[in-house]
């Protein structure tokens, strides 16, 4: 429970009454379960809040630099995920012999377990994240279309699950082509086609489920409206147990490839206050639907009219949080932790306020030049850069391998700036000090987007990408 600690004094004597603050005791140990660099960023947050840390790695996580960071570290077995970083088992034992009193999942494989939060709970281990129940909610596509819906947060015209291709047929009949089909389980745009024609349909239809069923184990689908080329933007929100949920504005994402995020930015070059404040209360709305306790992100597609479109939620820390950061000069992953220990957001006013422009370029080990195909390997040089208005991310250092089983996340790359022409040139410089060798890289797709002049004046869409010619 929270301590309540009143200051009756005000400073240099003068007359004012300063308000009635918490101190929430924290956590004495938290197990991160995941790898790479969000695993770091976890275990920074935790050492400013004085909370001991478990690093958990597969044997080829073993020379990772957040291993070395930690207070503790666990190998929980060989490479695959399901013997290591997705085995729920393993993960709760390596809590158990280290005492941990919670884990943080990242942005990982359990971040969005509903199965998991709850088995923690079970075992009297916190999750630091939000409930189980409203991550199997927004987990399930189309039940967070209907609940969407029904909170009065826009939804593109669409379907429930599907029980058939005939359905699917009828249905996009219906509405008309195009439409994309969309796994009811899914996310990263794993079981999602785009459908031009009747005559496509049946080849998207078998596609996506076989996808699906690879990757969620589930085969359901579901349908809704195709908007073209629309802007990818999202909203950070960010819950406590009490009920009060606030929003930290948008970010931009809409600079990806095969629904893989490549560039977000934050505020967006198109959204103005009035449009802000409406995609922001539709957030609010959708994330109170669920009882929303913990960070997650509302996504949005907004067409060029200014109408937008719920697309999902995800219920987790996502990769981008840090140009959010950056604009409100306010620790997430610290206040998620926080949270999870029963402490209490302040008014929005009181917690942050914008200021200036930030952009995230994620540095992977993917050759642009081949459809971004990933390239692990040893990294044989690595120098970060530096300078007014930079921050990096990173677990890489001169001699690390990149394995082949993971993602090929090497870096985040965030820029500041007073102004979003500011924070442009200073990412650009950065990416020109930025030394990776030994392994391709994005970064010469990342000066190419960045000194594009749709990306300069704010015109991209999410097919961006394939009109720089990299067949994203």
Request: proline share 7%; hydrophobic share 40%; aromatic share 6%.
């Amino acid at each position: 429970m929270p301590i309540r600690v009143s200051v009756p004094c005000a400073p240099f004597g003068l007359p004012v009454d300063l308000p009635i603050f918490e101190i929430t005791p924290l956590f004495e140990k938290v197990l991160i379960a995941d790898r790479g660099e969000i695993a770091l960023r976890i275990i920074r947050a935790c050492k400013e809040l004085g909370v001991q840390t478990v690093a958990i790695y597969s044997e080829a996580d073993s020379n990772s630099l957040h291993v070395g960071v930690a207070d503790e570290d666990v190998c929980i077995g060989p490479p695959p995920g399901d013997q290591s970083y997705r085995n729920i088992p393993r993960i709760l034992s390596a809590a158990e012999v280290t005492n941990a009193d919670a884990i943080h999942p990242g942005y990982g494989p359990l971040a969005e377990n509903a199965e998991f939060a709850e088995i923690c709970g079970t075992c009297g281990v916190a999750f630091i994240g939000p409930s189980a129940e409203a991550i199997r909610k927004m987990g399930d596509k189309a039940i967070a279309r209907e609940t969407m819906q029904q909170a009065g947060v826009p939804v593109a015209p669409g379907t429930g699950v599907l029980e058939s291709y005939a359905d699917a047929q009828q249905a996009a009949r219906r509405m008309g082509y195009p439409v994309r089909l969309k796994a009811v389980a899914g996310g990263g745009g794993r079981g999602m086609r785009t459908v031009f024609s009747e005559g496509e349909l049946e080849r998207a239809w078998q596609m996506a489920r076989a996808e699906a069923r690879a990757a969620f184990t589930s085969g359901a689908l579901y349908l809704e409206k195709e908007i073209l080329q629309p802007r990818h933007v999202e909203i950070q929100v960010l819950g406590d147990l009490s009920g009060r949920i606030v929003h930290l504005g948008e970010r931009e994402c809409s600079v990806q490839r095969r629904h893989q995020k490549l560039i977000e930015e934050s505020p967006s070059p198109v959204v103005d206050d009035v449009l802000r404040t409406r995609m922001g209360q539709a957030a609010l709305k959708g994330a109170s639907a669920v009882g929303y306790a913990s960070a997650g992100t509302i996504e949005f597609l907004l067409n060029a009219s200014g109408e937008f479109y719920f697309l999902e939620m995800n219920t987790r820390i996502q990769v981008e949080h840090p140009v959010t950061e950056m604009v409100t000069d306010l620790d997430i992953v610290k206040w998620q932790i926080r949270i999870a220990a029963g402490a209490s957001l302040p008014p929005a006013p009181d917690l942050f306020a914008f200021k200036g422009h930030a952009i995230e370029c994620r540095i992977n080990a993917e050759d642009p030049e081949h459809h971004f195909r990933p390239s692990p390997g040893t990294v044989t040089s690595f120098h970060m850069p530096g300078g007014p208005g930079i921050r990096v991310d990173s677990h890489v250092y001169t001699g690390y391998t990149v394995p082949p089983q993971y993602d090929s996340l090497l870096a985040k790359l965030i820029g500041y700036g007073d102004t979003r022409d500011e924070a442009i040139a200073r990412v650009v410089r950065a990416l020109d000090e930025f030394v990776i060798e030994g392994v391709p890289t994005t970064i010469p797709f990342h000066l190419h987007a960045l000194q594009h002049e749709d990306f300069r004046t704010g015109r991209t869409t999410t097919e961006f990408v394939n009109k720089l010619g990299y067949g994203g």
